[in-house]
Nanobody, 121 residues
Framework: QVQLVESGGGLVQPGGSLRLSCVAS????????MGWYRQAPEKQRELVAA???????NYADSVKGRFTISRDNVKNTVYLQMNSLKPEDTAVYYC???????????????WGQGTQVTVSS
């Protein structure tokens, strides 16, 4: 089994910054992509940013230039640095990782439980 644990959410004023972290643990053979999604009230979950094991990244248009995703492959950890936060960034942020648990099993996605980010004055 694979567990993803997020941390770093909270309340911040508009224009402020937060850094989210997500650690993957358990029966891990290899982690392919890791990323962050978010879900605001009454909205669908959306991709915020993702990174592959090779370091490629992609971002939602709404966060480009403000958010930065990074990854520590040794620690099985992915980070999301969020700057210039806006009220519309308020959401529950979920960590996602595509993990293979053995050398022969197909990789599949796992999810963390989510961390609340609230941007408000």
């Amino acid at each position: 089994q694979v567990q993803l644990v997020e941390s770093g959410g909270g309340l911040v004023q508009p224009g402020g910054s937060l850094r989210l972290s997500c650690v993957a643990s358990g029966s891990i053979f290899n982690i392919h992509a890791m990323g962050w999604y978010r879900q605001a009230p009454e909205k669908q979950r959306e991709l915020v940013a993702a990174t592959t094991s090779g370091g490629s990244t992609n971002y939602a248009d709404s966060v480009k230039g403000r958010f930065t995703i990074s990854r520590d492959n040794v620690k099985n950890t992915v980070y999301l640095q969020m700057n210039s936060l806006k009220p519309e960034d308020t959401a529950v942020y979920y960590c996602n990782a595509v993990v293979a648990v053995t050398s022969t099993n197909l990789a599949r996605p796992y999810w963390g439980q989510g961390t609340q980010v609230t941007v408000s004055s």
